[in-house]
């Protein structure tokens, strides 16, 4: 069957796959003290793919027979990821370059992961829904365990497959279930297939929805499917742990959007209590479990699990009312960009600490505010946000899924309160690092240099956590124009 491609709608994707390859290439080629240019090339292919993707602002357009599109949702994730990208290969090139690892491999397989991440918000089929998705993980497995002499490394690089493996092949079963109901595996296709399924199979295209979701909460680390997460962020690289927490993360949640409110949007009487569940589960048990760290990477990782418990919240508040559905889906969307600002430049931070205390212990950073006072105000912003206190973007971002669950009725004013109780327990364990930093003595005095890229992503994250505060609008705007809910 002959079909037009729409090689403008793609050329983000195919700028990065051709970066992809040209870092492979060139890094055969670069001498051994030449080699973190790699990552330069990476980040001019990462600029282009950008600036494509804004080339394409207000034209919605779609290829290969409508099931890769590009609308203000998948332009919104687009810029996100690119975004994040960036980030990420800032705080890795010192990082990389004085830890003697082969950075050509790992600029590699991080763009290889990012290229992933920018297909799926455009896939609206579950064949690319699906190798987006093993496109964003196969590479996180390789990169998790990067540090090959550190056993802390390669068993979280082990666990992180195992289980990766495991809830794909449940994903894969369940998507098989759905074609064999429907015909189709295009999103909108089985939305109509599934209206008109006989009520007989209806158990079964129950059970399919079940599954598929399985593989998506992997992905987003929700209980009970978590268990990988704090090991995995742990003994992999510090870069690579926050890739993990805001690319591989949001990218899983894309998928799981445009599954839920396009393909399961009529299956929502089945899928909301779950739903309610799992979040319900995960910020709970995130939460609480944070409380008992004393390792910072362990404690941003069950910070990331709760936070994914409040994302998946307004998945629970979906019903027949297309508006509070609305609501609801550019909650979860305002959510996730809000997080990734306050949790890149925690991990930036965290990096920055890492050269001089690789431990990474919540004692570590004891005395931070007089030996790097940017490092220090920076992570005090950060885990304030995360706690959701003003004046930090993260208040707004629980604030709009408070809101949308109080106007839900029903069970959203219960869910509201259990996530108020939980927004309270993690002030604890988020405040626990600011004491350090400002109130116990340090170790050691001497001042503590960061590298320029690093403390420029920690300034930047800072001022736009800060911004987002006074003007929430822009982000709140954005996320409600990219919406996938019609009506």
């Not at 079909?3 to 994707?13: F, K, V």
């Not at 998948?74 to 890795?92: R, T, W």
């Not at 268990?227 to 962020?233: E, I, K, N, Q, V």
């Not at 939980?422 to 240099?449: C, G, H, T, W």
Request: with cysteine; charged share 10%.
């Amino acid at each position: 069957m002959n079909q037009t491609i729409d090689y403008h709608a793609i050329l983000p994707e195919l700028l990065l796959a051709g970066t992809v390859l040209l870092v492979l290439v060139v890094d055969v080629f670069l001498p051994a003290k030449r080699k973190s240019w790699s990552m330069v090339v990476g980040l001019i292919g990462t600029v282009a793919a950008l600036v494509a993707t804004l080339t394409l602002i207000g034209d919605a357009r779609s290829t290969f027979g409508g099931s890769y599109v590009v609308d203000n949702f998948a332009i919104l994730f687009k810029v996100f990821f690119l975004s994040v990208a960036i980030v990420v290969l800032g705080i890795s090139f010192r990082y990389f370059r004085e830890g003697g690892f082969y950075q050509g491999e790992y600029y590699f397989l991080l763009l290889t992961s990012f290229l992933g991440c920018v297909m799926m918000p455009s896939s609206r089929d579950l064949l690319l829904l699906f190798i987006a998705l093993e496109l964003v993980s196969a590479p996180g497995f390789l990169m998790a365990a990067f540090r090959k002499t550190d056993p802390r490394s390669n068993e979280a690089g082990l666990k992180f497959f195992l289980i990766g493996v495991l809830s794909t092949a449940v994903m894969l079963y369940g998507m098989s279930l759905i074609y064999g109901l429907t015909g189709s595996t295009r999103l909108d296709a089985i939305a109509r297939g599934l209206t008109d399924i006989p009520a007989a199979k209806e158990t079964l295209a129950f059970s399919a929805i079940l599954f598929v979701v399985i593989g998506f909460a992997f992905k987003v680390s929700a209980v009970p499917f978590q268990f990988w997460a704090p090991d995995t962020y742990e003994g992999a690289p510090v870069p690579v742990a926050a890739f993990l927490a805001v690319a591989s993360s949001a990218a899983g949640f894309a998928g799981l959007m445009q599954l839920m409110f396009v393909a399961f949007i009529n299956q929502h009487a089945f899928w909301t209590p779950v739903f309610a569940a799992l979040s319900i589960a995960t910020m709970t048990l995130g939460n609480l479990v944070a409380l008992k760290q004393t390792q910072v990477v362990r404690l941003l990782a069950y910070s990331g699990i709760a936070q994914a418990g409040y994302i998946l919240l307004p998945f629970a508040l979906v019903s027949g009312d297309a508006a509070v559905n609305r609501s609801a889906f550019s909650a979860s969307v305002a959510y996730i960009l809000i997080y990734a600002i306050m949790n890149l430049g925690a991990f930036a931070v965290t990096i920055a600490v890492s050269r001089r205390e690789p431990a990474l212990l919540i004692a570590d950073f004891a005395g931070l505010v007089r030996r790097a006072p940017l490092l220090a105000v920076g992570m005090t912003a950060f885990m304030i946000s995360l706690a959701g206190v003003p004046p930090t973007g993260g208040f707004w971002a629980k604030i709009l899924i408070f809101k949308a669950a109080i106007e839900r009725g029903g069970v959203g004013p219960w869910l509201a309160v259990i996530m108020l109780a939980n927004s309270v327990i993690s002030v604890v364990y988020y405040f626990a690092v600011p004491k350090q930093m400002v109130l116990e003595p340090a170790r050691d005095e001497s001042r503590l240099r960061s590298p320029m890229l690093v403390n420029a992503v920690v300034l930047l994250t800072l001022v736009a956590i800060v911004a987002v505060f006074v003007f929430p609008n822009p982000i709140a705007r954005a996320a409600e124009i990219s919406t996938l809910i019609g009506g």
